[in-house]
């Protein structure tokens, strides 16, 4: 079965220091992976998803993630964290269904930045 | 529109009553998806449509909840005699064919549900 691991649910950061989520994902094939954003108060964004053209997916706002089949893993990164980057991350795998696909949603990382 | 809509965006009810949540998806989308978003839960899956059909309802959490979406576009989810239980926030998300499994879903604001 499809799902996904988010292994810290806060991740606290200085404001100009990296930032490291943690996903891991169990797939029976190659999985279709996002990473979604919600701010306070809004609706989710997603940041960027990986389709197997390339195991290091470039997104929104500076983000990254990479593939890694061996270590089931697909880590979001960005080299330096902003105050605006204070969110709920979602890692998130898709599941098919009949016609269609539904999303599978990891735990959530909330992410606080420090001044 | 731009994006997807959902109204209200925030509704208070008391235990018992009926509810109507409405979700409008972005221009062209024939996928559509409820999901539902709470404290103890998390993110979970609700329904979706291909079109008006809704060909997999087993996420509906009971026989309170049920949805219908006409002429392809416009979305109700309702639930019936709402319980506290029921209080969440319940998000609406479309893609263009959602026939692939890295298709886009594209999210609403949401609405929030509050069963008092």
């Known amino acids: 079965a499809q799902s996904v691991t988010q292994l810290d649910s806060h991740v606290s950061v200085s404001e100009g220091t990296p930032v490291l989520l943690r996903c891991n994902y169990s797939?029976?094939?190659?999985?279709?992976l996002f990473w979604y954003v919600q701010h306070p108060n809004k609706g989710l964004q997603l940041l960027l998803k990986?389709?197997?053209?390339?195991?290091l997916v470039k997104g929104i706002n500076g983000f990254e993630a990479e593939f890694k089949k061996s270590e089931t893993s697909f880590h979001l990164t960005k080299p330096s964290a902003h105050m605006s980057d204070a969110a709920e991350y979602f890692c998130?795998?898709?599941?098919?269904?009949?016609?269609?696909?539904?999303?599978?949603f990891g735990s959530g990382t909330r992410l606080l930045v420090r001044p | 529109g731009a994006g997807v809509s959902q109204s209200p965006s925030n509704k208070v009810t008391e235990k018992g009553k009926d509810v109507e949540l409405r979700c409008d998806p972005i221009?062209?989308?024939?996928?559509l998806y409820w999901y539902r978003q709470s404290l103890g839960q998390g993110l979970e899956f609700l329904i979706y449509?291909?079109?008006?059909?809704?060909?997999?309802k087993s996420g509906l959490p009971s026989d309170r909840f049920s949805a219908e979406r006409t002429g392809g576009s416009v979305s109700t989810l309702t639930i019936q005699r709402t319980q506290q239980e029921d209080s969440a926030v319940y998000l609406c998300?479309?893609?263009?064919?959602?026939?692939?499994?890295?298709?886009?879903?594209?999210f609403g604001p949401g609405t929030r549900l509050t069963v008092l």
């Open positions: 998300a479309s893609s263009l064919e959602g026939v692939s499994s890295t298709d886009t879903q594209y």
């Open positions: 998130v795998v898709s599941l098919r269904m009949d016609s269609s696909y539904k999303l599978i």
């Open positions: 797939s029976s094939y190659s999985p279709s």
């Open positions: 449509f291909q079109g008006n059909s809704a060909p997999d």
């Open positions: 221009s062209g989308h024939t996928a």
């Open positions: 990986y389709t197997s053209a390339a195991t």
